[in-house]
């Protein structure tokens, strides 16, 4: 049996070793003096990027739906911290330096979290589909993504409804785990994000129209049953346009997936034998 590491002892070390990672990401930003993104105004800026809305009460396998309606009260308390951010040439945006801890005290409540490749809960929890929405958005811009990670290697819940392809999502932790986006551009982003009765809210809009428009799309998509584990394969690819003539200018391969399926799958799914090629 291997050894434990030592945020694994016990709850108490857990949050130990959680708040050690906080301090050093605050030591970081600090030494780095990254210009982030601060000042929300109330007008709009007048060219909309992107915009795309997420349903928020979803079905995600056995998951409590109590923990959904949660969700919504959580992302409703969150965006009022977003909305209305100006993203100015230099900046970086970052979710937790804007929203911050979530805290009972502030009104959050206990939301669908993942840990360790599978579905708990905690307070504030559903703010992975507030940064999957933004960084959906992003996807069909100039910003840079400068921070972002993933809920590596699992297929947590079977789909449903899909938008948008598999392995776009993010994965996001207050505050070591954060999804931030750089402005290396000279025109001056703004994010509009709100709640509806149903849905997650954004709009990315700008002060200037991009020379480029983009598309993202998904390849070679297939489950494969590798010594008895089903895994969930396919590519995501980031198409450049020119905005005037439409021309291709550009394909980038943006993800390999390769995740494990932690969901019963249903009979009628089409499953090769062996492992991608």
Known sequence: MSRKLFCELCPFTYRLSMEKEILKRNLQDRLHKTAFARERVDDSLPVVIYKHNSLIRRRLGNVNMQLQENKATNLALAVK?????????????????????????KGYKEGLTISGGHPSQGIGGGMCQLSNLIHWMVLHSDLTIAEHHHHDGYDLFPDFGRKIPF???????????????RNDT??????????????????????DQQAHTFHIHAENEYFSREDGVVY???????????????????????????????YECPPDLEIREGAPS
């Open 81 to 105: 911290h977003i909305d209305g951010l100006l993203i100015r040439p230099g900046e970086t945006f970052s979710v937790w330096k804007q929203i911050g801890r979530t805290t009972a005290s």
């Open 167 to 181: 392995g776009t999502g993010t994965s996001i932790s207050y505050n070591y785990i954060d999804y931030r986006v």
């Open 186 to 207: 000279q025109n001056t982003y703004q994010l509009r994000l709100w709640v509806d009765d149903e849905y997650l809210c954004g709009e990315l809009r700008a002060q």
């Open 232 to 262: 969930r394969n396919g590519q995501v690819f980031r198409d450049t346009f020119d905005r005037v003539t439409g021309k291709k200018l550009d394909s980038k391969l943006i993800r390999t997936n390769h995740a494990k399926v932690m």
